[in-house]
């Protein structure tokens, strides 16, 4: 897991830097009382969720997939809860993580 500090309204970018349509931008809005919000952009077509709604999409795609599909992320949460891989518009979305 890579870890970083930002302040309010510094930014983090997830993507390829030849490919700025394909990246995710991470901003903190406000830090206080012991909550962060933050910003993301990212393209209409990426969904964003809080992870815990992430984890219960994967749980619902996964109960009506049939197992002879490839395997997916859905299929493969558990992977993703142990290597702390996160499932995250070109509008930006504000969330406030706790």
């Known amino acids: 897991m890579l ?3 930002r302040k309010t309204n ?3 970018v997830v993507g390829e830097s030849d490919s ?3 990246t995710l931008k991470v901003t903190v ?3 206080r009382g012991g909550k ?3 910003g993301f952009e990212a393209k209409k077509e990426v969904p964003v969720h809080r992870w815990e709604v992430w984890q219960r999409i994967c749980r ?3 109960s009506t997939r ?3 599909r490839p395997a997916t992320p859905a299929q493969d949460l558990d992977r993703w809860q142990d290597d702390g891989g996160n499932g995250s518009r070109s509008r930006a979305m504000a969330m ?3």
Do not use: G, Q, Y
Request: hydrophobic share 40%; charged share 35%; glycine share 0%.
């Open 29 to 31: 809005l406000e830090i």
């Open 36 to 38: 962060v919000r933050l």
């Open 3 to 5: 870890v970083l500090s």
């Open 60 to 62: 619902e795609d996964r």
């Open 10 to 12: 510094e930014s983090v």
């Open 66 to 68: 049939t197992s002879s």
């Open 96 to 98: 406030t993580v706790a």
């Open 20 to 22: 700025p349509e394909d």
